[in-house]
């Protein structure tokens, strides 16, 4: 009885060897992005400006096999949002649009300019990422000095009036 055990073993054995062989290829993919508060609302990134925690983030795919896959995304502590799978890879992503939702910090609430989604194609191999341009929100309120536009600095804002 032992030696029908010992050829059922190996003829299992072998099976799962063949059928994995033979299988789908596992293909990982990862998408990753940050969430900035323009303080100033200069429409550049910059010292003074900070990253937004707590961002909420929707990243929609579409797969090799026409598969549409949602994800939802919140930034961490550094203001990094990032969706990835693992899935075979005849059904890997092949375009994919990113789009932040909602800011949950109190001032910085009104998407910025430019920042209303990223449609991109995803032609990564298995195991790279893909990395999307930042989000943008200002402030409700842009500081200003004197009611006269303002420049910001590092450390404050400051009338433009002074830089002419």
């Given at each position: 009885?032992?030696?029908?055990?010992?050829?059922?073993a190996?003829?299992?054995?072998?099976?799962?060897?063949?059928?994995?062989?033979t299988?789908?290829?596992?293909?990982?993919?990862e998408?990753h992005?940050r969430?900035?508060?323009?303080?100033?609302g200069?429409?550049s990134?910059?010292p003074?400006?900070?990253?937004l925690?707590?961002?909420?983030?929707?990243v929609l795919?579409i797969t090799?096999?026409g598969?549409?896959?949602?994800y939802?995304a919140?930034?961490?502590?550094?203001?990094?949002?990032?969706?990835?799978e693992?899935?075979?890879?005849?059904?890997?992503w092949?375009?994919?649009?990113?789009?932040p939702?909602?800011s949950f910090?109190?001032?910085?609430?009104h998407?910025?300019?430019g920042?209303?989604?990223?449609?991109?194609?995803?032609s990564?191999?298995?195991g790279?990422?893909?990395?999307?341009?930042?989000f943008?929100?200002?402030p409700?309120f842009?500081?200003?000095?004197?009611?006269t536009?303002s420049?910001c600095h590092?450390?404050f804002?400051v009338?433009?009036e002074?830089?002419?």
């Open positions: 009885m032992e030696p029908l055990l010992k050829q059922l190996i003829t299992l054995s072998l099976s799962v060897i063949l059928i994995m062989l299988g789908a290829r596992a293909w990982t993919g998408i992005g969430v900035v508060c323009d303080v100033c200069d429409s990134i910059g003074e400006d900070h990253v925690q707590g961002a909420e983030v929707a795919c090799k096999s598969e549409v896959l949602n939802q919140f930034t961490n502590s550094k203001g990094i949002y990032t969706v990835a693992t899935m075979p890879e005849s059904d890997r092949d375009a994919c649009l990113a789009r939702l909602s910090h109190e001032h910085c609430t998407l910025g300019k920042s209303s989604g990223v449609k991109f194609t995803y990564h191999p298995s790279y990422a893909h990395t999307v341009r930042p943008v929100y200002r409700a842009v500081p200003t000095v004197g009611g536009s420049v590092p450390s804002c009338s433009t002074a830089h002419r």
